[in-house]
Nanobody
Framework: QVQLVESGGGSVQAGGSLRLSCAASGYTYTIYCMAWFRQAPGKERERVAAISTGNGRTRYADLVTGRFTISQDNAKMYLQMNSLKPEDTAMYYC??????????????????WGQGTQVTVSS
């Protein structure tokens, strides 16, 4: 089992920045991919960024490319969010996948989830 705990959410004005953190514990050596997902009210959960734990390769959704940066440091993962927009408002979730499948963007691959942290961007 792997436990994930997010922190760092909050409220910010458009154009501002936030940094989310995800602390992983448990059998973290079984994890091949970690990612950040978000879900806004009435919308489907979407993956915004992912990182392969082995080689550090990163992937981003088009909507956040150039504004968000995912990184990892031992058992912690981060999401630096710059130039935030009101449409970035959502609950953000940390997730981990135990499958060695190139970090593919399939939500069902992510077996472990954090409780979520709210990000609110006002115009």
């Amino acid at each position: 089992q792997v436990q994930l705990v997010e922190s760092g959410g909050g409220s910010v004005q458009a154009g501002g920045s936030l940094r989310l953190s995800c602390a992983a514990s448990g059998y973290t050596y079984t994890i091949y991919c970690m990612a950040w997902f978000r879900q806004a009210p009435g919308k489907e959960r979407e993956r915004v960024a992912a990182i392969s734990t082995g080689n550090g390769r990163t992937r981003y959704a088009d909507l956040v490319t150039g504004r968000f940066t995912i990184s990892q440091d031992n058992a912690k993962m981060y999401l630096q969010m710059n130039s935030l927009k009101p449409e970035d408002t959502a609950m953000y979730y940390c997730a981990a996948s135990p499958y060695n499948n190139n970090c593919r963007p399939i939500t069902a691959d992510f077996a472990y989830w954090g409780q979520g942290t709210q990000v609110t961007v006002s115009s």
